[in-house]
């Protein structure tokens, strides 16, 4: 997740539409892999069994509150990026497609 902090030249350009950019599905990539991947961690952990029994629900809040933290870092400490709410539109995009893939590969 470190590369969502990286200047903005360093990501190649597309000049289709903004929301289709590479930079777009990159976010969604990285937030669908960072949901799914947090679902399945907190199913399968017994310590805390309503973070077991909640495991979509608190996957998708955290995931998309870490997007939107990261979009205000970005805007306020990061020089010469600015916060993007397309950004943070392919971040929850991605969180929702994670939960897709989860309920696909568990049959939910």
Same mark, same amino acid.
């Given at each position: +997740? !470190?590369?969502? $902090?990286?200047?903005?030249?360093?990501? =190649?350009? &597309?000049?289709?539409?903004?929301?289709?950019?590479?930079?777009?599905?990159?976010?969604?990539?990285?937030?669908?892999?960072?949901?799914?991947? +947090? !679902?399945?961690? $907190?199913?399968?952990?017994?310590?805390? =069994?309503? &973070?077991?029994?909640?495991?979509?629900?608190?996957?998708?809040?955290?995931?998309?509150?870490?997007?939107?933290?990261?979009?205000?870092?970005?805007?306020?400490?990061?020089?010469?990026?600015?916060?993007?709410?397309?950004?943070?539109?392919?971040?929850?995009?991605?969180?929702?497609?994670?939960?897709?893939?989860?309920?696909?590969?568990?049959?939910?």
């Amino acid at each position: +997740m !470190i590369t969502t $902090l990286l200047p903005s030249s360093s990501m =190649p350009s &597309l000049s289709i539409w903004e929301l289709f950019s590479f930079d777009s599905f990159a976010h969604a990539f990285l937030f669908a892999v960072l949901t799914y991947l +947090m !679902i399945v961690g $907190l199913k399968k952990q017994y310590t805390y =069994p309503k &973070l077991q029994y909640y495991a979509i629900r608190t996957a998708f809040f955290v995931s998309s509150m870490f997007g939107v933290c990261i979009e205000l870092i970005q805007h306020y400490f990061i020089p010469g990026r600015q916060g993007d709410i397309i950004d943070v539109l392919s971040n929850t995009i991605g969180c929702l497609l994670g939960i897709l893939l989860f309920r696909w590969i568990y049959q939910q």
